[in-house]
């Protein structure tokens, strides 16, 4: 577990003592942060080292999960699929289910903190057994940028009883009659999937994946799912082969809650076919130093995905000096800055173009690797995140 | 000439940038003029000033988030390039830099047969800042120990004593320069150091500029 001085050596200079005094404006007031579950998910992930660190500064800071029968949980499951635009059939006792499930919580729940932060929209209608004072933040980590109308307009219901909403792109914002502000995800640089690794544990890692390193290495990572692209990334590579003796590896787990997921992987596997030089690794959700030594082992990477909720992937590659080609979709276009930290592109013709580009140019990849993990290190690490969460309780909590 | 210790020391103030948005979205060049037209003031300085807060280590293409979304995403080069080129440090107040702004896009679109659209990029979503004042409790009271802080203080710092303090809080001089001509008799340092460029560099660049000009005078008191 790291604490938070150990960031000291990989932030920009005087970040954590600045953390400090910012977390000096909201000790006093406790927080509590409630999501449904603390195994596996983003959001326990996240919780699990921000909570400690928030400790680290002074910050009193709590973290309880809602509990709730399979019923419920078929329910919300549900509701995360039809807010991302899902067809889905809601019954009316459905609903009722998921508000029983949240008034049996509230009455279990201690909701003893100035700050309640709800997560997602399992635990949303805890709002109607808010106590008088103290604000209630909903942080949204998913993409309802096209939600099913009726059940965001059921959920909306609560929403607009919060004090405010958070959001991981502007266009994931609704029309609310709350204040809505943006927080950006971030990557711990300690954690097993960045930190650096020595030659021999990357060695040792590469050849347990039976990696050739002997050609420069094309690389994306991200799960067999048609808006990552792979079959578009299978074309790249074969356009930029024509020039470049270069391999390519496509790495990431299945897409087991999509149905289509098993189809578009097999229609990868067909497309790279007696081609040697393009490796599919199939990975567990916790490869985490896996996925680690394969950015770091990249000559270049990929992330040509049509459609995108993040795409933290991105900068996980950069903050390994890496010079990488995104798709311009959702949250890649806000780490890529074109030109200066990276490029976002269109087309398979594209991404070809600026990958020929940088091979034929190697003091541009030194430059553009270099720049974007400075970038980085400024805007997507996790102690940004840390400061944009006790900046907004500092503003919430003046406006009483 | 000796370098003079401040009667009033300088107190480090930097600040955390909170994003609200604003709900409202352009897809083309005319919902761009017509929104900068009605976008309240934070919103305005959010996109042309705090820019800066978050590119503090690398220029971004373009200065301000109308020009880059102009260029970048509708693909426009020509109003990313009109934009671009604009100093809010020439202008008076916000209120006279949207009218400029307005101006420029609605010139530019008046000469063109069809409306730029984003057809391919991401629409231009429109934020406003609150900014959180951080005091540091860091102080200096001569050149020496100025120089010192400045080095290795967080950089919104640099944002907070120029760029907030000149366009937000009316300290036309920014407050550096002001405290090293007022406190500290060193008019020529503070001149310079008013006279930076701030708007077409990073902060980061900012800090390094500053710390060569009091090196320099450090420098000179040293071989005196």
Redesign the interface.
């Known amino acids: 577990m790291s604490h938070i001085d150990d960031y000291r050596e990989v932030v920009?200079?005087?970040?954590i003592?600045?953390l400090k005094?910012?977390a000096e404006?909201v000790k006093g007031r406790k927080i509590l942060h409630i999501n449904s579950t603390k195994l596996g998910g983003g959001v326990a992930e996240m919780l699990r080292s921000h909570i400690p660190l928030l400790k680290d500064l002074g910050v009193d800071a709590q973290w309880q999960a809602i509990s709730g029968t399979e019923e419920f949980f078929n329910v919300t499951k549900s509701f995360h699929n039809a807010l991302q635009g899902q067809d889905q059939h809601l019954p009316q006792q459905m609903l009722q289910e998921y508000l029983e499930i949240n008034k049996e919580n509230a009455r279990q729940l201690s909701f003893d903190a100035y700050y309640i932060v709800i997560h997602d929209p399992q635990p949303a209608a805890l709002i109607e057994s808010r106590p008088t004072q103290g604000k209630w933040i909903w942080r949204c980590h998913i993409d309802i940028s096209r939600p099913q109308w009726k059940v965001w307009s059921f959920l909306k219901q609560f929403v607009v009883n919060y004090d405010a909403a958070v959001?991981s792109l502007?266009?994931f914002?609704q029309?609310?009659p709350i204040?809505?502000?943006?927080?950006f995800p971030a990557i711990d640089p300690l954690s097993d999937k960045n930190r650096d690794l020595s030659p021999q544990e990357q060695a040792q890692i590469l050849s347990r994946l039976n990696v050739p390193t002997d050609k420069p290495i094309l690389l994306q990572v991200s799960r067999f799912d048609r808006f990552k692209d792979p079959l578009g990334v299978i074309q790249t590579y074969r356009l930029v082969k024509k020039h470049h003796d270069l391999q390519l590896i496509l790495a990431g787990g299945e897409a087991t809650d999509d149905p289509e997921g098993k189809t578009v992987l097999s229609e990868v596997r067909e497309a790279a076919r007696d081609d040697p030089d393009i490796h599919i690794l199939l990975l567990p959700p916790d490869a985490n130093l896996e996925i680690n030594a394969l950015q770091r082992a990249a000559t270049i990477v990929l992330q040509k995905s049509l459609r995108e909720g993040f795409g933290l992937t991105v900068a996980e590659a950069m903050w390994k000096g890496k010079p990488v080609i995104g798709g311009?979709a959702g949250g890649i276009?806000v780490q890529l800055?074109?030109?200066?930290?990276g490029f976002t592109v269109?087309s398979v013709e594209g991404a070809a173009f600026r990958i020929h580009h940088l091979l034929d140019n190697p003091e541009v990849m030194t430059k553009i690797g270099g720049?974007g993990k400075?970038?980085v290190?400024?805007?997507f690490l996790i102690t940004r995140k840390l400061?944009?969460w006790?900046?907004?309780m500092?503003?919430l909590g003046r406006r009483i | 000439m000796v370098l003079k210790i401040a009667d009033h020391p300088f107190l480090f103030t930097g600040c955390w940038e909170l994003r609200e948005m604003v709900g409202r979205s352009a897809r083309d060049e005319q919902q761009l003029l017509e929104a900068i037209e009605e976008i309240p003031f934070d919103s305005l300085f959010y996109h042309t000033h705090s820019f800066f807060l978050r590119h503090k280590y690398i220029a971004g293409p373009y200065p301000n988030d109308f020009a880059t979304w102009a260029a970048i995403q509708v693909r426009d080069r020509v109003l990313g390039e009109k934009l671009g080129i604009l100093d809010p440090y020439d202008f008076e107040n916000l209120e006279a830099l949207r009218a400029e702004i307005v101006n420029i896009i609605d010139e530019h679109l008046s000469q063109l047969q069809i409306i730029p659209r984003a057809i391919y990029g991401e629409p231009f979503d429109f934020m406003q800042s609150r900014i959180i004042e951080v005091p540091t409790g860091l102080e200096a009271r001569n050149l020496t120990e100025f120089r010192k802080i400045l080095a290795t203080v967080d950089v919104s710092v640099v944002y907070y004593h120029n760029f907030e303090a000149i366009l937000r809080l009316g300290r036309r001089k920014g407050d550096f320069a002001l405290w090293i001509e007022e406190q500290l008799d060193l008019p020529d340092l503070a001149q310079k150091i008013s006279r930076l460029d701030f708007y077409m560099t990073s902060l980061e660049s900012i800090r390094h500029r500053i710390i060569k000009l009091c090196d320099e005078v450090l420098m000179r008191e040293t071989l005196r």
């Open positions: 920009p200079k005087g970040t003592d600045f005094r910012l404006q959001f502007p266009r914002a029309r609310l204040p809505q502000f943006l927080i311009s276009t800055v074109y030109g200066v930290t269109n720049d400075e970038y290190r400024q805007n400061g944009d006790l900046a907004l500092s503003y």
